[in-house]
């Protein structure tokens, strides 16, 4: 999950820093391998690690599958974040160690809070036949709850704000007026459009920084095209935006407040110092019960261990 960094458009980059100037600034993904799936990771990017507290985007598919491969994940620990699995097509079965087992849909919402620790598996039906396409969010933990017990919610039904040309859910956070009823420990929103070509008029928070993820189709934003594959940062301080849709398109539109606080990533852990990630690291590694046990087909995905734990 540590593969080599791949980004473009650095040159452009160095301008979003510390200012309140909207902008725009269109990143490369990174090509990774989950599994028997690759993914294009939108987030954290090198010099963009994080969008209010969203820390990592995992856009996979669409993949069809045959019955040989399979697009799931066997059980492996998270600390320190809650992850969000959106699907625009097919299904997995999310198993974890507080005993949960949820089949997601496309349109249904998983989220689950790490917190101090907790292990899950996402498992596809056997063998899976069929297309595959979805994301994978993370969003950073602050202080008051990343050490706080874990915790799994599944939404059915989502709230939708109606658009002129489409339909915006929101997944997370408040949009227009309408709040998700997802749990949020910081001030985040994570919406899903679906548009139709045309011009679509979006209410924004000046102190919120936004990024758009298209996952099909494509977008024209002042300027850029936008397509599967990138990161479209937007910087903060806007009121509003006006995207021009150019084909049917599914995206997603993450934003915050910009977190304050620096935090360091290491594998599956989101925490604040390397002595963390080497006591999590031994905690799995040694599977002695901080991360729980969780039922499943699949085998524990091990780790190598941190490097600045061989160096010492
Ligand atoms: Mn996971």
Known sequence: MNGSMHIGDDKDRDRDVGGSTPTVTIADSRLAQVGDLSVRRALPQRTRRTVGAWCFADHFGPATFSGDDRPDVGPHPHMGLQTVTWLVSGELVHRDSLGSEQKIKP???NL??????ITHAEEASSPFRGTFHGIQLWIAQPEETRNGDPSFEHHRELPRVYLSNGAA???VGSF???TSPARRDSDHLGIELDLRTGKAIMPLQRDYEYALIVLSGALAFEGHIIEPGHLAYLGDGRDECTIGVRSPTRAILLGGVPIAEPI???WNFV???RDEMIDAYRHWEDDDGWFGHVKSRLDRIPVAPPPWMVNR
């Open 107 to 109: 349109g249904q919402l």
């Open 112 to 117: 689950m809070s790490a917190g101090k620790g």
């Open 169 to 171: 859910t929101v997944l």
């Open 176 to 178: 227009a007026g309408i």
């Open 264 to 266: 360091l990533m290491w």
């Open 271 to 273: 925490g604040r110092t």
